[in-house]
């Protein structure tokens, strides 16, 4: 069974940073590209960023260019967010996501993990 | 930049009728078009890829249907578990989502 498990999210004051994980079972994790969605309060989905099976493709959303980091670590079967600069406007639920495909490039979720949230307030 | 808009925002039925709901882009997004059930606290599940294919476990009473710019996702006889926000997403571009439709209990 395809498992996908966030953790990391928390509360965190705005300019801060916060690394997210995202733990994957069930499948071989280094033949999938991974992405990230995340979902404000109330709000539609909204989508972050992906990298490629081997981690050598990674593409942002220009709301998180730059402040955002998106790895993997195949060996850990591990998708990571490292976020920085946080600001009001990123407080969202995050779903890591897999793709049915190597390649970082456009396509559906056929996975979904649970999410975890993140809170940016002073 | 592709728009995703969806119709109507909120849709009231009663159990048993059939839902029909739309999704427009404004520029061609030939078949590459999924759409999502989300109930709420849940995350998001695929319900239909390639503007038609039923994702495995699908009941078939969910079908899909359109290309380029328009598309329909239809509920043939709803259900109770049935009752929640679908979200068509494009995928020919960087992923993009629709704002969502509510499907309520008439």
């Known amino acids: 069974e395809v498992q996908l498990v966030e953790s990391g999210g928390g509360l965190v004051q705005p300019g801060g940073s916060l690394r997210l994980s995202c733990a994957a079972s069930?499948?071989?994790?280094?033949?999938?590209?991974m992405h990230w969605v995340r979902q404000a309060p109330g709000k539609g989905l909204e989508y972050v960023s992906a990298i490629s099976s081997n981690g050598g493709s990674t593409y942002y959303a220009n709301s998180v260019k730059g402040r955002f980091t998106i790895s993997r670590d195949n060996s850990k079967n591990t998708l990571y967010l490292q976020m920085g600069s946080l600001r009001a406007e990123d407080m969202a639920v995050y779903y890591c996501?897999?793709?049915?495909?190597?390649?970082?490039?456009?396509?559906?979720?056929?996975?979904w993990g649970q999410g975890t949230l993140v809170t940016v307030s002073s | 930049e592709i728009v995703m808009t969806q119709s109507p925002a909120t849709l009231s039925v009663s159990p048993g009728e059939r839902a029909t709901l739309s999704c427009r882009a404004s520029q061609s997004v030939s078949s590459n078009l999924a759409w999502y059930q989300q109930k709420p606290g849940q995350a998001p599940r695929l319900l239909i890829y390639?503007?038609?294919t039923r994702a495995t476990g699908i009941p078939a009473r969910f079908s899909g249907s359109g290309s380029g710019t328009e598309f329909t996702l239809t509920i043939s006889s709803l259900q109770s578990e049935d009752f929640a926000v679908y979200y068509c997403?494009?995928?020919?571009?960087?992923?993009?989502f629709g704002q969502g439709t509510k499907l309520e209990i008439k």
């Open positions: 390639g503007a038609s």
């Open positions: 069930g499948f071989t994790f280094s033949s999938y590209a």
């Open positions: 996501a897999r793709a049915g495909r190597t390649m970082a490039t456009p396509y559906y979720f056929d996975y």
């Open positions: 997403q494009q995928y020919n571009n960087w992923p993009l």
